[in-house]
């Protein structure tokens, strides 16, 4: 059950951050605390799909930003996306509302287990990063293109995507072509170490 997840987070948060108060190397304790947050989300993840009414149509959840590196800090907000191509027959709006909807349930679920909420709305509940492949593509290819300050903390954020539910495969595909669309631009990635 979710409160178990809870309770379960806090001692291990706890538990952590007396082993860093007893000097415990600070890498070690990062890699538990990634391995820990990522078992904490999947299972979060898979509690609020068993709890789902609808059926919804299958999904990727991307972790990004220090979570997709996975170098989590014991107290660190959500930065989550979904990756999805809609059945046969439906809309991708469709899809989006009913992933959403279900991905509203994770972020709140996950608030609940200690990582905050996103203060910039990079979260799966969010339609903007609730996106088919193309969908993705075009959103990424604004962040590369129009290389506004919103838009280079967008595309710094989202460089560190991974998959913690669903497939590979999509993901990895959208990663390729992001880090190759950003090799093409030489303007973007000039601004992007000037930022």
Do not use: Y
């Amino acid at each position: 059950a979710l409160e178990d997840l809870v309770r379960i987070s806090r001692s291990a948060r706890k538990l952590v951050g007396k082993a860093l108060a007893q000097g415990a190397a600070a890498e070690q304790q990062l890699k538990i605390i990634a391995s820990i947050n990522d078992q904490l989300s999947q299972r979060v993840i898979k509690l609020c799909m068993e709890m789902q009414q609808q059926d919804v149509p299958e999904f990727d959840w991307l972790a990004f930003g220090s979570e997709g590196r996975r170098e989590q800090t014991l107290f660190t907000d959500q930065d989550n996306g979904i990756l999805f191509k809609p059945r046969r027959g439906m809309k991708p709006d469709t899809a989006r509302e009913l992933l959403t909807s279900l991905a509203r349930q994770i972020n709140e679920a996950l608030d609940r287990c200690g990582f905050s909420l996103c203060p910039g709305n990079v979260m799966a509940s969010n339609p903007a990063c609730c996106l088919t492949p193309d969908e993705w593509r075009r959103t990424l290819a604004r962040c590369i293109d129009e290389s506004t300050p919103a838009n280079m903390l967008r595309a710094i954020t989202f460089f560190d995507l991974r998959v913690l539910h669903g497939r590979e495969g999509p993901a990895e595909e959208l990663r390729h072509w992001f880090l190759d669309a950003t090799r093409k631009n030489s303007r973007f990635r000039r601004q992007l170490a000037e930022n």
